[in-house]
DNA sequence: TCCTGACTAGACCGATTGGTCTAATAGCAG
DNA sequence: CTGCTATTAGACCAATCGGTCTAGTCAGGA
Protein backbone atom coordinates (compact mmCIF):
# COMPACT_ATOMS: atom_id res chain seq x y z
CA UNK A 1 0.00 0.00 0.00
CA UNK A 2 1.82 3.14 -1.07
CA UNK A 3 0.80 6.41 0.43
CA UNK A 4 3.21 8.54 -1.19
CA UNK A 5 0.85 11.42 -2.47
CA UNK A 6 -1.15 11.87 0.61
CA UNK A 7 -0.60 14.64 2.57
CA UNK A 8 1.56 14.09 5.57
CA UNK A 9 -1.46 14.36 7.78
CA UNK A 10 -3.29 11.91 5.62
CA UNK A 11 -0.44 9.55 5.75
CA UNK A 12 -0.31 9.55 9.67
CA UNK A 13 -3.98 8.94 10.29
CA UNK A 14 -4.19 6.00 8.05
CA UNK A 15 -1.06 4.28 8.95
CA UNK A 16 -2.11 5.08 12.70
CA UNK A 17 -5.10 3.69 11.85
CA UNK A 18 -3.76 0.22 10.54
CA UNK A 19 -1.16 -0.24 13.00
CA UNK A 20 -3.73 0.73 15.93
CA UNK A 21 -5.97 -2.29 14.48
CA UNK A 22 -3.51 -4.39 14.27
CA UNK A 23 -1.28 -4.60 17.60
CA UNK A 24 -3.59 -1.95 19.99
CA UNK A 25 -3.24 1.71 21.15
CA UNK A 26 -0.63 0.86 23.78
CA UNK A 27 1.11 -2.35 21.74
CA UNK A 28 1.88 0.35 18.99
CA UNK A 29 4.68 2.97 19.34
CA UNK A 30 5.01 6.25 17.99
CA UNK A 31 7.97 5.69 15.90
CA UNK A 32 6.35 2.87 14.39
CA UNK A 33 3.69 4.79 13.15
CA UNK A 34 6.04 7.50 12.14
CA UNK A 35 8.40 4.94 10.39
CA UNK A 36 5.58 3.49 8.82
CA UNK A 37 4.83 6.44 7.42
CA UNK A 38 7.66 7.89 6.45
CA UNK A 39 6.90 10.93 9.09
CA UNK A 40 9.48 12.83 11.07
CA UNK A 41 8.27 13.06 15.19
CA UNK A 42 8.09 17.34 14.75
CA UNK A 43 5.62 16.83 12.01
CA UNK A 44 3.46 14.60 14.27
CA UNK A 45 3.31 17.07 16.91
CA UNK A 46 2.63 20.13 14.68
CA UNK A 47 -0.78 18.16 12.97
CA UNK A 48 -1.63 16.62 16.99
CA UNK A 49 -0.61 18.84 19.27
CA UNK A 50 -1.62 16.30 22.01
CA UNK A 51 0.08 13.22 20.41
CA UNK A 52 -1.05 9.79 20.74
CA UNK A 53 -3.92 10.38 21.82
CA UNK A 54 -4.84 13.16 19.28
CA UNK A 55 -3.79 11.12 16.50
CA UNK A 56 -5.84 7.73 17.59
CA UNK A 57 -8.91 9.77 18.19
CA UNK A 58 -8.45 11.20 13.97
CA UNK A 59 -7.85 7.66 13.08
CA UNK A 60 -11.44 6.56 14.80
CA UNK A 61 -12.60 8.92 13.05
CA UNK A 62 -11.36 8.30 9.61
CA UNK A 63 -12.29 4.29 9.97
CA UNK A 64 -15.90 5.68 11.47
CA UNK A 65 -16.51 7.38 8.02
CA UNK A 66 -14.96 4.12 5.95
CA UNK A 67 -17.30 1.99 7.79
CA UNK A 68 -20.07 4.11 7.08
CA UNK A 69 -19.10 4.09 3.51
CA UNK A 70 -19.15 0.38 3.20
CA UNK A 71 -22.92 0.73 5.20
CA UNK A 72 -23.93 2.76 2.45
CA UNK A 73 -22.81 1.03 -0.56
CA UNK A 74 -25.01 -2.17 1.40
CA UNK A 75 -27.60 -0.34 2.06
CA UNK A 76 -27.91 2.07 -0.55
CA UNK A 77 -29.28 -0.21 -3.39
CA UNK A 78 -30.89 -2.76 -1.04
CA UNK A 79 -34.80 -3.82 -1.53
CA UNK A 80 -35.44 -4.15 2.05
CA UNK A 81 -32.77 -3.72 5.36
CA UNK A 82 -32.56 -7.66 5.53
CA UNK A 83 -31.04 -7.70 2.15
CA UNK A 84 -28.89 -4.99 2.73
CA UNK A 85 -27.75 -6.08 6.12
CA UNK A 86 -26.82 -9.21 4.35
CA UNK A 87 -24.73 -7.43 1.61
CA UNK A 88 -23.01 -6.12 4.47
CA UNK A 89 -21.93 -8.96 6.06
CA UNK A 90 -20.79 -10.55 2.94
CA UNK A 91 -18.77 -7.04 2.12
CA UNK A 92 -17.51 -7.33 5.54
CA UNK A 93 -16.55 -10.70 5.26
CA UNK A 94 -13.99 -9.43 2.20
CA UNK A 95 -12.56 -6.76 4.38
CA UNK A 96 -11.54 -9.11 7.11
CA UNK A 97 -10.39 -11.30 4.26
CA UNK A 98 -8.12 -8.50 3.14
CA UNK A 99 -7.08 -6.91 6.35
CA UNK A 100 -6.84 -10.39 8.25
CA UNK A 101 -5.11 -9.42 11.25
CA UNK A 102 -7.07 -6.12 12.45
CA UNK A 103 -9.48 -5.27 14.06
CA UNK A 104 -13.24 -4.29 12.92
CA UNK A 105 -12.73 -0.69 13.72
CA UNK A 106 -10.08 0.94 15.96
CA UNK A 107 -12.84 2.78 17.62
CA UNK A 108 -13.08 -0.93 19.69
CA UNK A 109 -9.06 -0.78 19.41
CA UNK A 110 -9.10 2.09 21.49
CA UNK A 111 -11.87 1.61 23.53
CA UNK A 112 -10.13 -1.35 25.04
CA UNK A 113 -6.57 -0.48 24.92
CA UNK A 114 -6.74 3.70 24.28
CA UNK A 115 -5.81 5.88 27.15
CA UNK A 116 -8.14 6.20 30.26
CA UNK A 117 -9.18 9.41 29.89
CA UNK A 118 -13.01 9.97 30.24
CA UNK A 119 -12.55 11.93 27.01
CA UNK A 120 -11.61 8.98 25.08
CA UNK A 121 -14.70 6.64 26.61
CA UNK A 122 -17.04 9.14 25.46
CA UNK A 123 -15.40 9.63 21.89
CA UNK A 124 -15.53 5.97 21.47
CA UNK A 125 -19.39 6.32 22.75
CA UNK A 126 -19.71 9.34 19.76
CA UNK A 127 -18.47 6.98 17.07
CA UNK A 128 -20.42 3.93 18.31
CA UNK A 129 -23.76 6.29 18.46
CA UNK A 130 -23.09 7.86 14.96
CA UNK A 131 -22.54 3.93 13.79
CA UNK A 132 -26.02 2.78 15.04
CA UNK A 133 -27.55 5.74 13.64
CA UNK A 134 -26.20 5.31 10.54
CA UNK A 135 -27.70 1.78 9.79
CA UNK A 136 -30.76 2.52 11.88
CA UNK A 137 -31.38 6.02 9.20
CA UNK A 138 -31.17 2.85 6.40
CA UNK A 139 -33.58 0.87 8.42
CA UNK A 140 -36.41 3.45 8.84
CA UNK A 141 -35.74 4.91 4.78
CA UNK A 142 -35.91 1.20 3.77
CA UNK A 143 -39.40 0.73 5.50
CA UNK A 144 -38.64 -0.42 9.11
CA UNK A 145 -41.05 1.48 11.37
CA UNK A 146 -39.65 3.42 14.08
CA UNK A 147 -38.75 2.10 17.06
CA UNK A 148 -37.85 -1.04 15.08
CA UNK A 149 -35.00 0.38 13.31
CA UNK A 150 -32.92 1.37 16.52
CA UNK A 151 -33.14 -2.09 17.51
CA UNK A 152 -32.36 -3.78 14.59
CA UNK A 153 -29.41 -1.52 14.26
CA UNK A 154 -28.38 -2.20 17.47
CA UNK A 155 -28.36 -6.12 16.88
CA UNK A 156 -26.79 -5.67 13.67
CA UNK A 157 -23.78 -3.75 15.30
CA UNK A 158 -23.32 -6.38 18.13
CA UNK A 159 -23.59 -9.08 15.38
CA UNK A 160 -20.65 -7.04 13.49
CA UNK A 161 -18.84 -6.37 16.42
CA UNK A 162 -18.79 -9.94 17.86
CA UNK A 163 -18.75 -11.86 14.58
CA UNK A 164 -15.23 -9.58 13.96
CA UNK A 165 -13.94 -10.74 17.24
CA UNK A 166 -15.20 -14.36 16.92
CA UNK A 167 -13.64 -14.56 13.45
CA UNK A 168 -10.67 -12.99 14.31
CA UNK A 169 -10.07 -15.67 16.95
CA UNK A 170 -10.66 -18.03 14.51
CA UNK A 171 -8.85 -16.89 11.41
CA UNK A 172 -11.32 -17.33 9.38
CA UNK A 173 -14.37 -14.89 8.05
CA UNK A 174 -16.79 -18.01 7.12
CA UNK A 175 -18.56 -17.06 10.45
CA UNK A 176 -19.20 -13.59 9.65
CA UNK A 177 -20.68 -14.97 6.29
CA UNK A 178 -22.74 -17.39 8.38
CA UNK A 179 -24.42 -14.62 10.53
CA UNK A 180 -27.19 -13.08 7.91
CA UNK A 181 -28.28 -16.67 7.34
CA UNK A 182 -29.82 -17.13 10.83
CA UNK A 183 -30.56 -13.12 11.84
CA UNK A 184 -31.97 -12.15 8.55
CA UNK A 185 -33.39 -15.83 6.98
CA UNK B 1 -11.03 -7.27 46.83
CA UNK B 2 -8.89 -8.71 49.63
CA UNK B 3 -6.55 -12.11 48.14
CA UNK B 4 -4.37 -12.03 51.18
CA UNK B 5 -5.04 -16.20 51.55
CA UNK B 6 -4.29 -16.98 48.25
CA UNK B 7 -1.37 -18.27 46.93
CA UNK B 8 1.24 -15.88 45.15
CA UNK B 9 0.38 -17.84 42.38
CA UNK B 10 -3.16 -17.49 41.99
CA UNK B 11 -2.77 -14.03 43.73
CA UNK B 12 -0.87 -13.30 40.54
CA UNK B 13 -3.34 -14.65 38.02
CA UNK B 14 -6.60 -13.62 39.28
CA UNK B 15 -4.49 -9.80 39.48
CA UNK B 16 -3.53 -9.92 36.36
CA UNK B 17 -6.39 -11.16 35.09
CA UNK B 18 -8.58 -8.05 35.76
CA UNK B 19 -6.21 -5.40 35.20
CA UNK B 20 -5.71 -6.70 31.47
CA UNK B 21 -9.20 -6.72 31.01
CA UNK B 22 -9.25 -3.13 31.97
CA UNK B 23 -6.49 -1.57 30.62
CA UNK B 24 -5.43 -4.15 28.05
CA UNK B 25 -2.08 -6.27 27.58
CA UNK B 26 0.15 -3.45 26.54
CA UNK B 27 -1.30 -1.13 28.46
CA UNK B 28 -0.48 -2.80 32.12
CA UNK B 29 3.28 -2.38 33.24
CA UNK B 30 4.76 -5.48 35.09
CA UNK B 31 5.43 -3.34 37.93
CA UNK B 32 1.63 -2.46 38.23
CA UNK B 33 0.54 -5.83 38.41
CA UNK B 34 3.05 -6.68 40.92
CA UNK B 35 2.25 -3.85 42.77
CA UNK B 36 -1.42 -4.81 43.06
CA UNK B 37 -0.72 -8.37 43.53
CA UNK B 38 2.24 -7.77 46.56
CA UNK B 39 4.54 -10.03 44.40
CA UNK B 40 7.91 -9.31 43.75
CA UNK B 41 9.20 -9.85 40.04
CA UNK B 42 11.50 -12.84 41.48
CA UNK B 43 7.96 -14.55 42.25
CA UNK B 44 6.86 -13.76 39.15
CA UNK B 45 9.79 -14.92 37.06
CA UNK B 46 9.64 -18.13 39.41
CA UNK B 47 6.01 -19.38 38.76
CA UNK B 48 5.78 -17.79 35.19
CA UNK B 49 9.52 -18.36 33.39
CA UNK B 50 8.15 -16.42 30.22
CA UNK B 51 7.51 -14.06 31.67
CA UNK B 52 4.59 -11.66 31.13
CA UNK B 53 2.93 -13.64 28.36
CA UNK B 54 2.81 -17.03 30.35
CA UNK B 55 1.13 -15.00 32.89
CA UNK B 56 -1.61 -13.75 30.28
CA UNK B 57 -2.24 -16.89 28.90
CA UNK B 58 -2.84 -17.60 32.45
CA UNK B 59 -4.93 -15.48 33.15
CA UNK B 60 -7.02 -16.16 29.94
CA UNK B 61 -7.55 -19.66 31.22
CA UNK B 62 -8.35 -18.83 34.14
CA UNK B 63 -11.04 -16.57 33.03
CA UNK B 64 -12.37 -18.90 30.51
CA UNK B 65 -13.21 -21.09 33.22
CA UNK B 66 -14.77 -18.35 35.19
CA UNK B 67 -17.00 -17.71 31.92
CA UNK B 68 -17.55 -21.38 32.21
CA UNK B 69 -18.81 -21.84 35.25
CA UNK B 70 -21.67 -19.14 34.75
CA UNK B 71 -22.65 -20.48 31.73
CA UNK B 72 -23.43 -23.68 34.07
CA UNK B 73 -25.16 -21.91 36.17
CA UNK B 74 -26.96 -20.57 33.77
CA UNK B 75 -27.90 -23.49 31.72
CA UNK B 76 -28.11 -25.74 34.09
CA UNK B 77 -31.32 -25.65 35.63
CA UNK B 78 -32.84 -24.28 32.14
CA UNK B 79 -35.66 -26.23 30.61
CA UNK B 80 -34.60 -25.43 27.59
CA UNK B 81 -31.72 -23.79 26.13
CA UNK B 82 -33.53 -20.18 25.36
CA UNK B 83 -34.22 -19.91 29.16
CA UNK B 84 -30.74 -20.70 29.77
CA UNK B 85 -29.26 -17.99 27.02
CA UNK B 86 -31.55 -15.79 28.77
CA UNK B 87 -30.49 -16.22 32.01
CA UNK B 88 -26.90 -16.02 30.75
CA UNK B 89 -27.37 -12.49 29.68
CA UNK B 90 -29.17 -11.27 32.64
CA UNK B 91 -26.07 -12.87 34.64
CA UNK B 92 -23.70 -11.05 31.89
CA UNK B 93 -25.49 -7.87 32.73
CA UNK B 94 -25.15 -7.90 36.64
CA UNK B 95 -21.25 -8.52 36.11
CA UNK B 96 -20.73 -6.35 33.97
CA UNK B 97 -22.51 -3.62 36.27
CA UNK B 98 -19.70 -4.92 39.02
CA UNK B 99 -16.82 -4.89 36.99
CA UNK B 100 -17.74 -1.99 35.00
CA UNK B 101 -14.49 -0.91 33.21
CA UNK B 102 -13.43 -4.48 32.73
CA UNK B 103 -13.71 -6.21 29.18
CA UNK B 104 -16.18 -9.70 29.02
CA UNK B 105 -12.86 -11.53 28.48
CA UNK B 106 -9.01 -11.35 28.58
CA UNK B 107 -9.34 -13.36 25.95
CA UNK B 108 -10.63 -10.61 23.88
CA UNK B 109 -8.14 -8.35 25.46
CA UNK B 110 -5.46 -10.87 24.42
CA UNK B 111 -6.51 -11.26 20.85
CA UNK B 112 -6.45 -7.45 20.85
CA UNK B 113 -3.73 -6.78 22.39
CA UNK B 114 -1.51 -9.57 23.33
CA UNK B 115 1.75 -10.30 22.02
CA UNK B 116 2.22 -11.30 18.43
CA UNK B 117 3.52 -14.69 18.30
CA UNK B 118 1.33 -17.62 16.45
CA UNK B 119 1.46 -19.43 19.98
CA UNK B 120 -0.80 -16.86 21.18
CA UNK B 121 -3.11 -16.24 18.66
CA UNK B 122 -3.54 -20.29 18.59
CA UNK B 123 -4.11 -20.09 22.03
CA UNK B 124 -6.66 -17.06 22.10
CA UNK B 125 -8.49 -19.48 19.26
CA UNK B 126 -8.49 -22.61 21.43
CA UNK B 127 -10.32 -20.82 24.61
CA UNK B 128 -13.13 -19.52 22.29
CA UNK B 129 -13.28 -23.14 20.53
CA UNK B 130 -13.51 -24.25 24.14
CA UNK B 131 -16.31 -22.00 25.17
CA UNK B 132 -18.23 -22.50 21.89
CA UNK B 133 -18.28 -26.17 22.80
CA UNK B 134 -19.58 -26.10 26.05
CA UNK B 135 -22.65 -23.65 24.80
CA UNK B 136 -22.99 -26.49 22.60
CA UNK B 137 -22.78 -28.98 24.61
CA UNK B 138 -25.40 -27.58 27.21
CA UNK B 139 -27.46 -27.16 23.92
CA UNK B 140 -27.48 -30.97 23.03
CA UNK B 141 -28.13 -31.89 26.62
CA UNK B 142 -31.80 -29.24 26.45
CA UNK B 143 -32.53 -31.39 23.45
CA UNK B 144 -31.40 -29.06 20.35
CA UNK B 145 -30.37 -31.45 17.35
CA UNK B 146 -26.77 -31.77 16.61
CA UNK B 147 -25.78 -29.37 13.69
CA UNK B 148 -28.19 -26.40 15.54
CA UNK B 149 -26.32 -26.71 18.47
CA UNK B 150 -23.31 -25.71 16.98
CA UNK B 151 -24.51 -22.55 15.41
CA UNK B 152 -26.76 -21.52 18.17
CA UNK B 153 -23.26 -21.85 20.03
CA UNK B 154 -21.24 -19.57 17.85
CA UNK B 155 -24.58 -17.32 17.50
CA UNK B 156 -24.82 -17.07 21.30
CA UNK B 157 -21.06 -16.26 21.90
CA UNK B 158 -21.06 -13.48 19.05
CA UNK B 159 -23.87 -12.08 20.71
CA UNK B 160 -21.91 -12.24 24.25
CA UNK B 161 -18.57 -10.56 23.01
CA UNK B 162 -20.66 -8.00 20.88
CA UNK B 163 -23.01 -7.14 23.69
CA UNK B 164 -20.50 -6.60 26.10
CA UNK B 165 -18.40 -4.37 23.86
CA UNK B 166 -21.00 -2.27 22.76
CA UNK B 167 -22.49 -1.93 26.43
CA UNK B 168 -18.96 -1.07 27.13
CA UNK B 169 -18.67 1.51 24.67
CA UNK B 170 -21.89 2.63 26.08
CA UNK B 171 -21.48 2.33 29.76
CA UNK B 172 -24.30 0.67 30.30
CA UNK B 173 -25.54 -2.80 30.72
CA UNK B 174 -29.06 -2.09 29.38
CA UNK B 175 -27.95 -2.98 25.76
CA UNK B 176 -26.85 -6.84 27.24
CA UNK B 177 -30.44 -7.45 28.25
CA UNK B 178 -32.18 -6.53 25.72
CA UNK B 179 -29.94 -9.22 23.67
CA UNK B 180 -32.31 -11.81 24.93
CA UNK B 181 -35.69 -10.53 23.81
CA UNK B 182 -34.71 -10.22 20.41
CA UNK B 183 -32.96 -13.12 19.95
CA UNK B 184 -34.68 -16.22 22.35
CA UNK B 185 -38.56 -14.25 22.07
C1' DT C 1 14.27 40.18 -2.62
C1' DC C 2 13.14 39.49 1.90
C1' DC C 3 10.11 38.25 5.35
C1' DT C 4 6.92 35.19 7.63
C1' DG C 5 4.33 31.42 8.98
C1' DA C 6 3.62 26.51 8.10
C1' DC C 7 5.87 22.56 8.14
C1' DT C 8 9.76 19.17 8.32
C1' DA C 9 13.61 17.05 10.57
C1' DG C 10 15.67 14.57 14.17
C1' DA C 11 18.58 14.99 18.37
C1' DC C 12 17.51 14.58 22.87
C1' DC C 13 14.99 13.78 27.51
C1' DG C 14 13.32 11.52 31.77
C1' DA C 15 10.36 7.83 32.79
C1' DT C 16 9.01 3.35 32.29
C1' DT C 17 9.15 -1.01 30.02
C1' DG C 18 9.96 -6.29 30.30
C1' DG C 19 13.52 -9.06 31.81
C1' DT C 20 17.85 -10.85 34.39
C1' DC C 21 20.54 -11.91 38.26
C1' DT C 22 22.19 -12.67 42.88
C1' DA C 23 21.22 -13.07 47.64
C1' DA C 24 18.25 -14.11 51.33
C1' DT C 25 14.67 -16.93 53.30
C1' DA C 26 11.30 -20.70 54.20
C1' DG C 27 9.89 -25.17 54.61
C1' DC C 28 10.71 -29.82 54.59
C1' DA C 29 13.47 -34.47 54.55
C1' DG C 30 16.98 -36.81 56.71
C1' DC D 1 20.35 -30.02 63.76
C1' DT D 2 22.03 -30.14 58.61
C1' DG D 3 21.35 -29.74 53.87
C1' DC D 4 18.56 -29.01 49.88
C1' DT D 5 14.97 -27.21 47.03
C1' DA D 6 11.36 -23.97 46.33
C1' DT D 7 10.32 -19.54 46.75
C1' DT D 8 10.78 -14.69 47.81
C1' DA D 9 13.06 -10.29 47.49
C1' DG D 10 14.49 -6.43 44.95
C1' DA D 11 18.58 -4.11 42.81
C1' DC D 12 19.81 -3.60 38.35
C1' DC D 13 19.86 -3.43 33.08
C1' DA D 14 19.39 -2.18 28.20
C1' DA D 15 15.74 -0.86 25.31
C1' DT D 16 11.93 1.64 24.33
C1' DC D 17 8.29 4.65 25.58
C1' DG D 18 5.79 9.31 24.59
C1' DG D 19 7.04 13.89 24.45
C1' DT D 20 9.93 18.35 24.00
C1' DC D 21 12.76 21.42 21.70
C1' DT D 22 15.69 23.78 18.46
C1' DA D 23 17.24 24.20 13.83
C1' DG D 24 16.33 24.08 9.15
C1' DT D 25 13.38 24.08 4.87
C1' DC D 26 9.99 25.78 1.95
C1' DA D 27 6.25 28.35 -0.37
C1' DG D 28 3.69 32.54 -0.98
C1' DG D 29 2.79 37.61 -0.24
C1' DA D 30 4.63 42.24 -0.11
Chains 1, 2 share one sequence.
Not at 27 to 37: F, K, M, P
Request: aromatic letters at 8%; hydrophobic letters at 45%; charged letters at 20%.
Amino acid sequence: MDMTDFTTRDRLITTAAMLFRQKGYHGTGLTEVLDAARVPKGSLYHHFPDGKADLARAAADWTAVEIMKIMDASFGPAANFNRGATTLFYKVAKLFDITQAANACPISALLFDGPESDGFRAHAEAVFARLTGHVAAHAVRLGLPEPDAVGQAETLLIMLEGGWTLARAKRSSDLLRRVPGRMYQ
